[in-house]
């Protein structure tokens, strides 16, 4: 079955301790990216990728990292993770098209105490 | 960026058509229109996309107007299930990448 898949469902930590949230997808799509979603603001994109070893700031970068090794993985990393970083995350990727469409994975609720 | 607005709210009739407004003045000759919805805090899913015809799949229609100055989603017999916040995005192309700008969206709520 084609899809998005996101690990972890649901995260809680502490501020400053470092996590890494999964994203991988079985569709050989060369685009990949991150979104967060809070109450009142929509989805924000943190960062996308064009393919392997090429990656781009979205619009609220800051305090995220992220890399593409592998074609189908797409790790986001809080290196230290602070209160305003609880949100739900989205992974979401497409074959690179201007008419393609995205696949979203299901989800990470993040908090951080 | 090309910039969407859309009401922040609709309701509609389960059975009626529900019509989605999306305006996007400034978009550009090579961008796309999307919708997407999302139905309470699942993924986003795809609708349907257009550049500058009318569409139509199996679960809704894409009309856009012919300066694409603004389009509207019909779900032409509208569900309970059909209950989620709908989003208008325009795909830009940019030489490094591209981006994908999400609006507010619509939460269209479907009344029994």
């Known amino acids: 079955e084609a899809q998005v898949t996101q690990n972890p469902r649901y995260l809680i930590t502490v501020t400053g301790k470092k996590l890494t949230v999964t994203c991988s997808q079985n569709?050989?799509?060369?685009?990949m990216s991150w979104y967060r979603q809070d109450p009142g603001l929509g989805l924000r994109q943190i960062y996308y990728?064009?393919?392997?070893?090429?990656?781009d700031k979205g619009d609220v970068p800051e305090g995220y990292k992220v890399s593409r090794k592998e074609k189908r993985n797409f790790p986001l990393i809080l290196e230290s993770p602070s209160p305003n970083q609880t949100s739900l995350y989205f992974c979401?990727?497409?074959?690179?098209?201007?008419?393609?469409?995205?696949?979203f994975g299901s989800g990470t609720q993040l908090s951080v105490l | 960026d090309a910039k969407t607005t859309q009401p922040p709210s609709m309701d509609c009739a389960e059975g009626r058509a529900a019509n989605l407004p999306c305006n996007h003045s400034t978009i550009s000759g090579n961008e796309y229109v999307y919708w997407y919805r999302q139905i309470h805090s699942q993924g986003p899913q795809y609708i349907i996309h257009g550049l500058k015809n009318n569409e139509t799949n199996e679960m809704a229609s894409l009309i856009i107007t012919e300066d694409r100055k603004s389009s509207t989603l019909i779900l032409p017999h509208a569900t309970l299930r059909d209950t989620a916040v709908y989003y208008c995005i325009v795909r830009v192309k940019e030489t490094s990448g591209s981006r994908l700008t999400f609006g507010e969206g619509t939460q269209l709520t479907v009344n029994p």
């Open positions: 979401a990727s497409s074959l690179w098209r201007s008419n393609e469409k995205l696949f």
């Open positions: 569709m050989n799509h060369e685009y």
């Open positions: 990728s064009m393919n392997v070893e090429v990656t």
